[in-house]
């Protein structure tokens, strides 16, 4: 199935999850008796074998999906592979959908503003699944950004689905008057 579609998260997780089994209950020669001993090193074993499962599929030039899979694998220790990573999977997805991944990403992972780094030069208000603009005000209000916050709510209206965007809209609105009112002088 990943062969087919490599953004397919369901398969991708599945085969995620073999693989991480399979790697805790064995050492890298395959023989159990080399086995991980303690749960720090089954779980280094896992994230390595899920890693390069993520750097195997990624190979594929339509493939975004397992490059945010490896990018969060690495957002604690490779600072600037992580946003190369996220960065290639937000230009491979036409769609958006890797871009409010990356986004998500960056933004539980503490780093708004290369959330936002990334949101600004990617996001296509026309084009994108109108969660990117969700992302992208949260991390602007989280970096402290709130007149950045309020343009990025105005992007909406590039939008060609005003009434699937209604509710958002409100959302957005009523996040960006409390982080404006929480800053003195905006």
């Not at 899979?69 to 036409?94: F, K, Q």
């Not at 503003?113 to 030069?121: E, S």
């Not at 992208?136 to 916050?149: H, N, Q, Y």
């Amino acid at each position: 199935m990943l062969s087919d579609d490599p953004n397919n998260v369901r398969a991708f997780a599945a085969l995620a999850e073999i693989v991480r089994r399979r790697a805790a209950e064995t050492g890298p020669d395959g023989d159990p008796l080399t086995a991980p001993q303690d749960d720090a090193e089954r779980q280094r074993a896992a994230d390595l074998a899920v890693w390069s499962l993520g750097e195997e599929l990624a190979g594929n030039p339509r493939a975004w999906y397992p490059l945010i899979e490896v990018a969060r694998l690495s957002v604690r220790d490779d600072h600037e592979g992580t946003l190369r990573r996220l960065t290639t999977a937000a230009e491979r997805d036409p769609s958006g959908t890797a871009l409010v991944e990356a986004l998500s990403l960056l933004r539980e992972a503490g780093k708004p503003v290369d959330a936002l780094g990334i949101g600004v030069g990617h996001w296509r208000p026309r084009e994108h699944d109108p969660a990117v603009a969700r992302q992208l005000v949260l991390a602007a209000v989280e970096a402290d950004r709130p007149l950045d916050a309020k343009q990025y709510l105005a992007n909406l209206d590039l939008y060609p689905d005003q009434a699937s965007v209604r509710e958002l809209r409100e959302e957005l609105a009523h996040v960006v008057a409390q982080a404006q009112q929480a800053m003195p002088g905006t």
